[in-house]
Nanobody
Framework: QVHLTESGGGLVQVGGSLTLTCEAT????????MAWFRRAPGKDHEFLAA????????FYEDAAKGRFTISRDNTKNTVSLQMNSLKPEDTAVYYC?????????????????WGQGTQVIVSS
């Protein structure tokens, strides 16, 4: 079972940037499709982006296209989310998640492993 730990959240001003990182304990890290979700207060989980095990394929939700970039470093068992031009509506708890099905899809139930989340607050 893979254990995921996110870091990099914090308080940032509108228009600023943050990079979130998720570290996985699983040595067979390339077997996992990794994804980033977020959850704003009172809302459901929102899919942002996913990346294949090799890192060669990515998939983005419309809200993340152009501002967010997902990447992974399989030598370090990490996946990152670079976020630029942040807006107040990006305020949420951000989660990384993993699936072993091998598909880059936004459906929450496909992801069996989740981190504890990291808070991002974008202040105006």
């Amino acid at each position: 079972q893979v254990h995921l730990t996110e870091s990099g959240g914090g308080l940032v001003q509108v228009g600023g940037s943050l990079t979130l990182t998720c570290e996985a304990t699983e040595p067979a890290f390339t077997n996992y499709v990794m994804a980033w979700f977020r959850r704003a207060p009172g809302k459901d989980h929102e899919f942002l982006a996913a990346i294949s095990g090799s890192g060669g394929s990515t998939f983005y939700e419309d809200a993340a296209k152009g501002r967010f970039t997902i990447s992974r470093d399989n030598t370090k068992n990490t996946v990152s989310l670079q976020m630029n031009s942040l807006k107040p509506e990006d305020t949420a708890v951000y989660y990384c998640a993993a699936n072993t099905i091998g598909v880059l899809l936004p459906n929450v139930p496909l992801y069996h492993y989740w981190g504890q989340g990291t808070q991002v607050i974008v202040s105006s």
